[in-house]
């Protein structure tokens, strides 16, 4: 495996569901993001993780619990998701959080659904 | 409000001729722009940036040009081929955001063979 993955890529879930969203990074980097695109919407941060600690946290709902276990991985813990919930969620990595010295290399998302 | 504009959802242009995408910010402390290309199914791959500092910067067939005084920077792809075809995100940064990347809407680019 090369570059960011994330599994699943589509996910259907009801709103008392509890389900995980997993990423790993294979390109050695320091830090780790979750970002939403929800329809007509712009890619909203969500959380930020930098040598496994959360440095950011955009005013996230708490049904939505990262974890970071290592610097290769990182997890969206979902609980009692609502409808509106329902997007493109993606994974990122950069080898640091100060982007003016490298961008941010992006999985392929999971397309979640709350029904 | 939005601090990352790009106004215009879609543009259409022909094989071998110029593809002008457009963004707009409102925030004068960001000092770090980047512009992103995703296909359909992919997450966004990075195409260029630009530091405020500088008002052009060109990658082959992409330049990016920044003019502050308007809060507006452009990417210019020429020529442009059919496999340019996708959505491209203008996105921005403040230095000590700790990677807070602010994103437009996307632009959706077709080229037409």
């Known amino acids: 495996e090369t570059g960011v993955t994330q599994t699943p890529r589509h996910l259907v879930m009801g709103m008392t569901n509890k389900k995980s969203l997993k990423c790993e990074q294979h390109?050695?980097?320091?830090?780790m993001y979750w970002y939403k695109q929800s329809a007509k919407k712009p890619l909203e941060l969500m959380f930020v993780y930098s040598l496994e600690e959360r440095v950011e946290n955009n005013s996230v709902p708490s049904r939505f619990s990262p974890e970071c276990p290592n610097s290769s991985h990182l997890f969206l813990h979902l609980h009692t998701l609502q409808p509106e919930d329902s997007a493109l969620y993606l994974c990122?990595?950069?080898?640091?959080?100060?982007?003016?010295?490298?961008?941010?290399?992006f999985g392929p998302g999971t397309r979640l659904t709350v029904l | 409000d939005q601090q990352v504009k790009q106004n215009s959802p879609s543009l259409s242009v022909q094989e071998g001729r110029i593809s002008i995408l457009n963004c707009d910010y409102t925030?004068?402390?960001?000092?770090?722009f980047l512009w992103y290309k995703k296909y359909p199914a992919e997450g966004p791959t990075f195409l260029i940036s630009?530091?405020?500092?500088?008002d052009k910067n060109e990658d082959g067939r992409f330049t990016v040009f920044l003019n502050k005084s308007a809060k507006h920077l452009s990417l210019h792809i020429v020529p442009s081929q059919p496999g340019d075809s996708a959505v491209y995100f203008c996105?921005?940064?403040?230095?000590?955001?700790?990677?807070?990347?602010?994103f437009g809407k996307g632009t959706k680019l077709s080229v037409k063979p």
């Open positions: 390109l050695g980097h320091n830090a």
């Open positions: 990122a990595s950069s080898q640091t959080t100060r982007l003016a010295v490298n961008e941010q290399f």
């Open positions: 925030n004068s402390m960001f000092d770090y």
């Open positions: 996105a921005a940064n403040y230095g000590g955001s700790q990677g807070n990347l602010i």
């Open positions: 630009i530091s405020s500092i500088k």
